[in-house]
């Protein structure tokens, strides 16, 4: 009989992590259709940022992570400043954001084009697509990364080589499977009730990114103690971000860029780089989270 309740319980419990994984995943399909309506050209790269994580507390949900507005060969990682001025142009823009119910995220990414090259566009659209497509049980992440590489390299473009999707537990928006956009010698089999982000990157660049010089997002790694009172005032602040990134904008301790500066040479933080193609190179992003299920998946974020 008791094992008969613990059995009931556990299964009880896996429908409620299921079904914040979907109620994070509905408000985020809205968000990201309202926020992407935003971007116009001269519109406030900072509005838009704060359009969208607003939207989202007024939803019911909280932002996974600062939402991600990167521009042309930049592929991630870059959000706005406190007092940012920067208007759009006429750019290749990716918003990558997401939303969690008590750490249970969604994860989605949409470029919006207000550069002229729709071709681009569509290639990462097609390739996420099709990756959706071949999603099940017992599929090997090895195949997915042929398929968005073929899918891509069809349009003429390269994926990013050295961008992946990703597994998403938690409070933990980053973790194994790595989902590939190129080929590989070997990947790992996905399992049913595994919660992964597809995320297809295509440039008309190299296909490989580097770190930038800018950082604006953060993410705490350690709870070491640290002496200097303005990065002690700082940690306790952030502890409320438990292990997903922040921004810098969201932070209000005195003496910012010291604390940070001091937590990150603790240890206690790591930083976000923006990620970047060559100069002159584009990036377009297609993102969502999907639930591997026996015969297929079940999307969250559509």
Not at 40 to 45: H, Q
Not at 140 to 160: H, M, Q, S
Request: charge should be negative; include cysteine.
């Amino acid at each position: 009989m008791d094992d008969k309740l613990d059995e009931n319980q556990m299964l009880e419990e896996i429908d409620q992590i299921i079904e914040k994984y979907i109620t994070a995943g509905k408000i985020l399909s809205k968000v990201r259709e309202e926020t992407a309506k935003q971007v116009t050209v001269g519109a406030s790269l900072f509005e838009v940022a704060r359009f969208s994580e607003d939207m989202i507390r007024e939803l019911g949900g909280e932002p996974a992570f600062p939402i991600n507005i990167s521009c042309n060969e930049e592929a991630a990682h870059a959000t706005p400043k406190k007092d940012d001025t920067q208007v759009f142009g006429e750019d290749m823009v990716k918003l990558d954001i997401g939303v969690h119910i008590d750490g249970y995220i969604a994860d989605t990414a949409k470029t919006v084009d207000l550069s002229g090259n729709p071709e681009l566009v569509e290639a990462a659209e097609a390739a996420l697509e099709a990756a959706i497509k071949a999603i099940h049980a017992g599929i090997n992440t090895a195949e997915l990364g042929v398929i968005i590489n073929d899918t891509i390299t069809g349009f003429g473009y390269k994926p990013v080589a050295n961008l992946t999707g990703h597994g998403l537990a938690q409070y933990m928006q980053h973790v194994p499977p790595s989902i590939p956009n190129i080929p590989i010698d070997k990947g790992v089999t996905l399992e049913v009730g595994q919660v992964v982000a597809i995320e297809p990157f295509a440039t008309n660049g190299q296909g490989h990114v580097n770190e930038g010089a800018s950082t604006e997002i953060y993410h705490i790694v350690g709870t070491r103690p640290i002496r200097a009172p303005a990065a002690r005032a700082l940690l306790k602040e952030i502890e409320a971000y438990q292990t997903l990134p922040f921004a810098k904008r969201w932070l209000n301790s005195k003496h910012l860029d010291f604390a940070l500066l001091q937590l990150e040479k603790n240890g206690n933080i790591s930083s976000y780089p923006v990620l970047k193609e060559e100069n002159g190179a584009l990036v377009s992003q297609a993102e969502h989270t999907v639930i591997v299920e026996e015969d297929g998946c079940t999307v969250t974020t559509r």
